[in-house]
Antibody, heavy 119, light 108 residues
Framework: EVQLVESGGALVQPGGSLRLSCAASGFTVSSSYMSWVRQAPGKGLEWVSVVYSDGTTYYADSVKGRFTISRDNSKNTLNLHMNSLRAEDTAVYFC?????????????WGKGTPVTVSS | SYELTQPPSVSVSPGQTARITCSGDALPKRYAYWYQQRSGQAPVLVIYEDSNRPSGIPERFSGSSSGTMATLTISGAQVEDEADYYCYSTDSSGNQRVFGGGTKLTVL
């Protein structure tokens, strides 16, 4: 069964750092396009970052320079390293696998992990 | 940065047809996708590549796209269709992903 399970969410102070992880089963993360998407309380979905199978990465303007997406191939895991956290980064963070039809789109999602940035 | 625009809310009675629109400048060249999100749950894909329905999604869900606007249609909406619906696409480069602001569908 294809499954994604996020972990690492926590309460962190403004300016702090956090690493989120997403453990995959049923497929290989390194062969896939993988994205992080977040949802602030009561707000809509916001795409955060993507890593392609060739290692190319892209980021939303709101996190560029502060967040880094990476993979741990030995653990079949996707990571999101978050630095210089701000109150507006408070959200549930979802990881998602992207599949290819005529283009890439997210077909499998995890249940999300909550991040709260507050003093 | 690229944006997709959706109406904040749509309301229909059970059995009526609900239409949710999504506008974006790159939609003539990029596919639209639609996700359903029920409260507290992860999003679920209901339409991909403008008009295709994944397996397991009821036939009452359909999609179309023309010019800069994509539309999700729920024919004969049911109470269980109440949820937030998000359109999704990419910018003209294909690398920046973007979600619309979401539309809350009320069926009552």
């Amino acid at each position: 069964e294809v499954q994604l399970v996020e972990s690492g969410g926590a309460l962190v102070q403004p300016g702090g750092s956090l690493r989120l992880s997403c453990a995959a089963s049923g497929f290989t993360v390194s062969s896939s396009y993988m994205s992080w998407v977040r949802q602030a309380p009561g707000k809509g979905l916001e795409w955060v970052s993507v890593v392609y199978s060739d290692g190319t990465t892209y980021y939303a303007d709101s996190v560029k320079g502060r967040f880094t997406i990476s993979r741990d191939n030995s653990k079949n895991t996707l990571n999101l390293h978050m630095n210089s956290l701000r109150a507006e980064d408070t959200a549930v963070y979802f990881c998602a696998r992207e599949t290819f039809g005529d283009f890439f789109y997210m077909d499998v999602w995890g249940k999300g992990t909550p991040v709260t940035v507050s003093s | 940065s690229y944006e997709l625009t959706q109406p904040p809310s749509v309301s229909v009675s059970p059995g009526q047809t609900a239409r949710i629109t999504c506008s974006g400048d790159a939609l003539p060249k990029r596919y639209a996708y639609w996700y359903q999100q029920r409260s507290g749950q992860a999003p679920v894909l209901v339409i991909y590549e403008d008009s295709n329905r994944p397996s397991g999604i009821p036939e009452r869900f359909s999609g179309s796209s023309s010019g800069t606007m994509a539309t999700l249609t729920i024919s004969g909406a049911q109470v269980e269709d109440e949820a937030d619906y998000y359109c999704y696409s990419t910018d003209s480069s294909g690398n920046q992903r973007v979600f619309g602001g979401g539309t809350k569908l009320t069926v009552l």
